[in-house]
């Protein structure tokens, strides 16, 4: 991929700028709306968000797709070329209920493989960018690598619908783990793991507009992104994902395969 220093700087202006509106917002009452259930919700500002972003991709990038939550995205079948993969606003629940802990996510793939992502805490004004093999920075100071600390010793984050669930194995994990918190932003849980404030994000069913930023961000800081049975995502469909350092992301793997 070409002008990737271009790249950024716009789409960290775009980013930015989306942020502010967000933040704009809640001055204003917020059209809420359910999609598939009464914790599966939109806004009139994901729209908004989304909407902005696909015009400035148009704009300075015609022709390459977009793959983005709030959009119909039919003609996306597969990943080959370039393709944009957004979601405007991850935790919307929290966006609605707290007005906190929610993030702006972009990922630019090409031929299925992160070049660039971006996840944005608006209401922290952190913004995270990985760069394929040139590692991730917030706010343009370079983060390190993450430690490899084992699940004994680091948090876990378990997603909501999977720790209230009936699967026993992940309550287990929660045991095993010095503690379990919860965020509500898949995005944001996968820097908190990426930056080592836990070792390990496991959540039920992710789409993949979940699942794109956070992915090349946690790789370039040498965690491990998969599926449950340690197999790798697929981007073209929603997967029960653990995001953990090496060494808790191989326990968490034999323990939800049940090997333990
Ligand atoms: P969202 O806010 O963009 O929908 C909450 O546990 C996390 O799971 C959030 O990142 C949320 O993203 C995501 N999530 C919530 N409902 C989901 C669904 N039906 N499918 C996939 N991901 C979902
Ligand atoms: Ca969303």
Redesign the pocket.
Known sequence: MNQVEKRNQLITEWILEAGEKIKDSFKETIQVEQK?NR??LVTEMDKKTEKQLTENIQQYFPGERIFA?ESNNKDIQDLSGIVWII?P?????NFVKQQNDFAIMVAVYEDGIGQMSYIYDVMKGELYTAIKDKGVSCNGQPIEKAQDIALENGLVAI??PLLSGDNDAVRKIGRKSNGVRMV????LETVYASTGRIVAYI?A???PW?IAAGKLIAEELGLVYTQHNGRKVDLLQ?NPVIVATPTAHETIVEMLTQKV
């Open positions: 598939t914790n599966d939550e979601d606003i991850d935790g919307t629940l997603s909501s509500g932003s898949a995005g959540a069913s992710l789409a979940d929603k």
